[in-house]
Nanobody, 124 residues
Framework: QAQLVESGGGSVQAGGSLRLSCVASGSTYSRACMGWFRQAPGKEREGVATIGILRGAFYAASVQGRFTISRDTAKNTLNLQMNGLKAEDTGMYYC??????????????????WGQGTQVTVSS
């Protein structure tokens, strides 16, 4: 059974750092574009960062220069290092995987696997 399991969320003050991790099992990891989405209360889900087999990392403008996405193929993990956190980064963060194509956009419908989410809360 394919599965994505996130960890690493928590509460920090503005300017702090958190590192999110996602362990992938089954067919979710190979030939995949993977990434992180987030959703704040009352807002739509938005793409934060993606990284694919055929391309490097891409970031939303709002996190460029502060967040770093990385893959550890040997451990089947996806990480998101978040530095310089701001109150507007607060939300539920989801690990996602697209195993149906090499597309790697911020369209949520492209991703056929989603983790359960991990909460990030940044206080100002």
């Amino acid at each position: 059974q394919a599965q994505l399991v996130e960890s690493g969320g928590g509460s920090v003050q503005a300017g702090g750092s958190l590192r999110l991790s996602c362990v992938a099992s089954g067919s979710t990891y190979s030939r995949a574009c993977m990434g992180w989405f987030r959703q704040a209360p009352g807002k739509e889900r938005e793409g934060v960062a993606t990284i694919g087999i055929l391309r490097g990392a891409f970031y939303a403008a709002s996190v460029q220069g502060r967040f770093t996405i990385s893959r550890d193929t040997a451990k089947n993990t996806l990480n998101l290092q978040m530095n310089g956190l701001k109150a507007e980064d607060t939300g539920m963060y989801y690990c996602v995987s697209n195993t149906r194509s090499y597309s790697c956009t911020y369209n949520p419908s492209e991703y056929n696997y989603w983790g359960q989410g991990t909460q990030v809360t940044v206080s100002s």
